[in-house]
């Protein structure tokens, strides 16, 4: 009995690996498609709809944004409860909690509809001083089936979570890129057959729906769980609400930062002006994507450390093992983006987002280092300390309102963008001395750890960079990839040889020599 046991808790440990090895590679593969369809999707979708109509989809996407915060920071709560008892093996107290949570989480759904609904009605106060009255109709229709569908995909939070707690990676990261795949087809048949920017919303919150769809067929008949709704213990909502608050403000913040300037902007300077704005901003959520590609894979295994007690030392080891990596994909994204950013979005989109690189810049910038090493994020909630995390950013935050309204002023969207960027970099700094004073994290030690090798590559690759930017052509595709496959190899090259170390080398060439005996 023993044996068979241990057999089991074998087999599952391996699952669970290969779980978190297939769905980190997976998780790339996403982002590398995600990027694919927007480079394609993105100039088709703005020329068919103009630059106005696309800004009012800008505008109708912050607006929808700012209602799946209504999930109150609880998902990553219910993450945490359902890994502790799918760990346990408790499968009745495992659906048991579930069953409250589906309860809960239809409650919430209702209060989405009802803020959708006073939203509705607020579009003409908010832009009516500079839209004209068939472009704040549109907007209200448009918030008519985001409202809907946000309401079942928080509703269907749970759902995610369980998947996420069973280390379903794999279904997750597939159907996450079915649905982009299947969305952006049926749109661009709908634009080409003279549909509008509500059809391309109807669309998209279709596919979302039908995607929380799947994911409770893959919870019933995949694991085999009911979703029966049960009453919510309040203790047990208590404990999470003191666990998920500080993660609610801290999406109440990101959606200042990253969303809130395309309300300010179109309420102050027209929906054209959130178009060019937008598109600036656009690839900041694929540069998150490559940053929390590994550490959301890595959140499970990172609980289970922390819980067990692991000390200081070991924590700040894997923390620098994540980042380093996190950092060698961000900086060769980053760094081309700032070199060759100026003739990609004049060949991607034409005259008239020139403006938009420089809101790239000023945005992306920052961004990095908040980005590299996201996963401190998870010692912070697991040691109680996120609140010092969600204090500080939104301190920031909103010094960062009244200040990109008067930036606006001076500078237009650029402006926006520098109140942005210089806010998250703020905010940043402040995280840094809660990990050192709060987390006992020996955060100089683990800063020179992360950019041991990888700061000296990367500095020896931009002279080069930058001489093939003024060597080469300003204009076209072929010359853009031209410069991009250069400098790539330029920048990889460099971080092998000096910017890995020996450890990451080997890890490398394991991973290479797998793929070539598959």
């Avoid at 704040?136 to 946000?150: A, K, V």
């Avoid at 939070?157 to 998947?163: D, G, I, R, V």
């Avoid at 040691?383 to 990109?404: M, S």
């Avoid at 002023?409 to 650029?414: D, L, N």
Wanted: proline letters at 3%.
């Amino acid at each position: 009995m023993a044996g068979a046991l241990m057999v089991d808790a074998i087999a599952n440990a391996s699952g669970r690996a290969r779980q978190r090895r297939v769905g980190g590679l997976l998780a790339y593969v996403q982002i590398f498609l995600n990027i694919g369809i927007a480079l394609a999707y993105t100039p088709f979708m703005v020329r068919t709809l103009g630059q106005a109509e696309y800004g009012l989809f800008a505008i109708a996407g912050a607006m929808a944004s700012y209602l799946v915060i209504l999930d109150m920071g609880l998902a990553d709560s219910v993450v945490r409860r359902l890994v502790g008892l799918h760990g346990k093996d408790d499968r009745q107290g495992e659906r048991d909690f579930l069953g409250s949570m589906v309860s809960l989480y239809g409650v919430l759904g209702l209060l989405i509809l009802g803020v959708a609904a006073v939203a509705i009605l607020c579009v003409p106060v908010l832009f009516g001083g500079t839209m004209a009255p068939d472009a704040l109709r549109t907007l209200q229709l448009m918030l008519f089936p985001l409202g809907i569908s946000t309401a079942v995909v928080v509703a269907g939070n749970p759902l995610n979570a369980t998947l996420v707690a069973h280390e379903r990676f794999v279904f997750l990261r597939s159907l996450e890129m079915g649905t982009v795949v299947l969305v952006t087809l049926a749109n661009v048949a709908a634009l080409l057959l003279g549909g509008g920017v509500l059809s391309v919303v109807v669309i998209a919150s279709a596919g979302a729906m039908l995607a929380t769809l799947c994911k409770w067929l893959m919870v019933r008949g995949g694991l085999r769980l009911p979703l029966a709704p049960r009453r919510v213990d309040r203790t047990q909502l208590t404990d999470m609400s003191s666990y998920a608050a500080p993660i609610f403000v801290s999406m109440l913040v990101e959606q200042i930062f990253w969303k809130l300037d395309n309300i300010l902007i179109g309420a102050r300077l027209g929906a054209a002006a959130v178009a060019v704005y937008a598109i600036g901003v656009m690839f900041n959520k694929y540069f998150m994507s490559f940053a929390t590609a590994i550490s959301r894979v890595m959140m499970p295994d990172l609980v289970r450390r922390i819980d067990a007690g692991s000390n200081t030392t070991e924590l700040t080891g894997r923390l620098v093992e994540v980042s380093r990596w996190q950092a060698f994909v961000l900086l060769l994204v980053l760094s081309g983006l700032v070199l060759f950013g100026q003739h990609f979005i004049r060949t991607w989109m034409g005259p008239g987002y020139e403006l938009s690189y420089w809101v790239l810049v000023c945005t992306l910038g920052p961004y990095a280092f908040e980005l590299i090493g996201n996963v401190r994020n998870v010692v912070l909630q697991v040691k109680d300390l996120y609140w010092w995390r969600a204090g500080i950013f939104l301190a920031a935050a909103l010094v960062n309102i009244p200040a990109t309204l008067l930036a606006m002023r001076h500078w237009g969207i650029v402006g926006a963008a520098l109140c942005t960027g210089g806010g998250i970099l703020a905010a940043y700094m402040g995280v840094a001395w809660v990990l050192s004073r709060k987390a006992g994290i020996p955060v100089f030690g683990y800063l020179r750890g992360v950019w041991k090798g990888i700061a000296p590559a990367l500095l020896l690759s931009l002279p080069v960079g930058w001489l093939l930017h003024l060597g080469l052509p300003a204009q076209g595709w072929l010359a853009l990839a031209l410069k991009i496959a250069l400098y790539s190899l330029v920048y990889l090259g460099l971080m092998w040889a000096i910017g890995l170390n020996a450890v990451e080398r080997t890890q490398v060439r394991s991973v290479l020599a797998r793929r070539r005996r598959a």
